[in-house]
């Protein structure tokens, strides 16, 4: 039974570029949630996506947006990068909100 | 700002020591839930306490939610190397769907 799964692992990007990020729920969950963790911080909640339509949204710019499809998986963009992005960004899903499993995240470098 | 605060900050201890790590809040939560974060990796749940008072244990490690679910403690016996990690604390809100975390702390247990 497969967990989250993130990709790309890693990633490197410039000032100003974009990116997009992409997670895999894990098998029976049909909520995902994406949460960015600097260095030395715990997890800090960027939105959620349940059916399709951003649930719940916390303290981020606009410049972080997001998507899911019908099959529960999801995408995190980031549009304008700045240096101040650069952490790792986590995918949890869950089952209606319920037990949230984590992916290993995509670590985000931006130079 | 951070709406769980953990303490200490970071810990380190020789094989076969105790350890206590602690969650406080000025906030209500509905649930709270301890996880391990090993570096490179995401957050790995641990438990889940939902009730005032509720004490859990888990093999060496024991749990407890404060009688006004404001606040949780973790402590753990005997320590071994393979509990170094980084414990993060996160709780739930009525009627919020993210998860609030604390800053973490991280646990180094010497051999």
């Known amino acids: 039974d497969a967990g989250v799964t993130q990709s790309p692992t890693h990633l490197i990007k410039t000032r100003g570029q974009q990116v997009t990020l992409r997670c895999s729920p894990k098998s029976g969950h049909d909520t995902v949630s994406w949460y960015q963790q600097a260095l030395g911080q715990g997890p800090q909640f960027i939105f959620q996506?349940?059916?399709?339509?951003?649930?719940q949204r916390g303290n981020f710019p606009d410049r972080f947006s997001g998507h899911q499809f019908p099959n529960y998986s999801s995408e995190l963009n980031v549009n304008a990068l700045l240096l101040g992005d650069s952490a790792l960004y986590l995918c949890?899903?869950?089952?209606?909100?319920?037990?949230?499993?984590f992916g290993s995240g995509t670590r985000l470098t931006v130079v | 700002t951070q709406l769980l605060e953990q303490s200490p900050q970071f810990l380190s201890i020789q094989e076969g020591e105790n350890l206590t790590v602690y969650c406080n809040s000025s906030s209500v939560f509905s649930s709270l839930q301890w996880y391990r974060q090993e570096p490179g990796e995401g957050p790995v749940l641990l438990v889940t306490v939902v009730t005032g008072g509720e004490v859990k244990k888990l093999k060496r490690l024991t749990f407890q939610f404060g009688d006004a679910r404001k606040d949780s403690s973790l402590h753990i016996t005997a320590a071994q190397p393979g509990d170094t990690g980084l414990y993060l604390c996160?709780?739930?809100?009525?009627?919020?769907?993210?998860?609030?975390f604390g800053a973490g702390t991280t646990v180094t247990v010497r051999a």
């Open positions: 996160a709780g739930s809100r009525s009627n919020d769907y993210k998860l609030s």
């Open positions: 949890a899903s869950s089952l209606a909100g319920i037990g949230y499993t």
């Open positions: 996506y349940y059916e399709e339509e951003e649930r």
